[in-house]
């Protein structure tokens, strides 16, 4: 079995910096649970599809869902080319409206979603090195400004 890669630094980081925050069962300002992000994150990635609520989901929960991904998705599994595209097109959901739409502050700023971007960057070549090189700029032009 190979070994998680991309996982072990991030869910460091969120274990040391977010051990305040009862991520696990947030339930704020009609934002829905994390619980439904991961579901999300496994329907998106399984029919390679989304509603309007995963997308609206997703918005909601900005940097934590980086976390739902990382929870749900294992390193062969973010990297393949259709599920890197459905991870991608998460992340900027995730960051669409930061300073509007994210409804816990501190997930406005791409913590955990740039080290993912990273381990991504890091184990993709190609076209799909480029995709998330793209999704990073993004994500960094949208996060600018949510001080």
Sequence with gaps: MRPRLLIAPAILFVTLF??????????????GSFQQVKD??????????????????FSRF?????VAVLQSLNDDEMTAPQTL?????????????PSRCVVVPAD???RITLLLLKGLHNHTRG???LAVDDTTK??????????
């Design 85 to 97: 595209k459905d991870v991608l097109l998460i992340i900027r959901f995730a960051f669409a409206c």
């Design 18 to 31: 977010t051990s305040e925050q009862d991520w696990q069962h947030c339930q704020s300002d009609g934002a």
């Design 127 to 129: 076209p799909s090195q």
């Design 62 to 66: 900005g940097d934590m869902a980086s």
């Design 40 to 57: 999300s994150v496994h329907n998106v990635t399984t029919i390679h599809g989304y509603s309007g609520l995963d997308e609206k989901s």
């Design 108 to 110: 406005r700023k791409p």
């Design 138 to 147: 993004f994500v960094l032009r949208q996060a600018q400004g949510t001080d």
